[in-house]
């Protein structure tokens, strides 16, 4: 059974930073395709990040140079750095995976963007 557990958010200003993780509850060498989505009140959850098992990641646009997303096998974990936090970042934030077609998703961690 595939288990993803989002941490690390919270309530920061804006410029700041936050680095979320995402806890698998099995290597994560599994999983070619690893996600990080987002859903702000009211708007469709949408794709921030992507990050493949060969090291390449790709970004929403509008996070592009400020956000970055890295996994540490060993940890058995996947991690957002977020940087230079606007106030449109505020979400909550969804770490997602597929194996063997099924779609896996974890409860997610709120971060809010706020003077």
């Known amino acids: 059974q595939v288990q993803l557990v989002e941490s690390g958010g919270g309530l920061v200003q804006p410029g700041g930073s936050l680095r979320l993780s995402c806890a698998t509850s099995?290597?994560?060498?599994?999983?070619?395709?690893m996600d990080w989505y987002r859903q702000a009140p009211g708007k469709q959850r949408e794709l921030v990040a992507t990050s493949d098992s060969y090291g390449s990641s790709q970004y929403l646009a509008s996070v592009q140079g400020r956000f970055a997303v890295s996994r540490d096998n060993a940890q058995h974990t996947m991690y957002l750095q977020m940087n230079s936090l606007k106030s449109d970042d505020t979400a909550v934030y969804y770490c997602h995976t597929t194996l063997y077609g099924r779609d896996y998703w974890g409860p997610g961690t709120q971060v809010t963007v706020a003077s």
């Open positions: 099995v290597s994560i060498t599994n999983f070619d395709i």
